[in-house]
């Protein structure tokens, strides 16, 4: 089955970048969606950013003009460009990806992967 891996997290100061990259075990052309969520201490889960199949690219309104989203089909990974940080963007960074309305009975299929931890400090 399909299994997402991400890297890059770690500790950045207020005002620094981050990378976060999530390897699929297989191929992501046929992902209609992927993206990131995001879980803070003490806050709900947010979805952070999220790209279609197609390149179409939307963002929570605490990231947009610091965060990029891309995809590279041909390392079947995408990738989570972070700037301009902030210690409130510290949380635990999930990779997400899924297949939409597949086959006659028009199935979804979502994933996860396993997180990875991103902090803002001085």
């Known amino acids: 089955q399909v299994q997402l891996v991400e890297s890059g997290g770690g500790l950045v100061q207020p005002g620094g970048s981050l990378r976060l990259s999530c390897a699929a075990s297989g191929t992501i052309a046929g992902f209609d969606r992927m993206g990131w969520y995001r879980h803070a201490p003490g806050k709900q889960r947010e979805l952070a950013a999220v790209i279609t199949s197609g390149g179409t690219t939307n963002y929570a309104d605490s990231v947009k003009g610091r965060f990029t989203i891309s995809r590279d089909n041909a390392k079947d990974t995408q990738y989570l460009q972070m700037n301009s940080l902030k210690p409130e963007d510290t949380a635990v960074y999930y990779c997400?990806?899924?297949?939409?309305?597949?086959?006659?009975?028009?199935?979804?299929?979502?994933?996860w992967g396993q997180g990875t931890q991103v902090t803002v400090s001085s």
């Open positions: 997400y990806a899924a297949r939409l309305y597949v086959g006659y009975f028009r199935q979804n299929y979502e994933y």
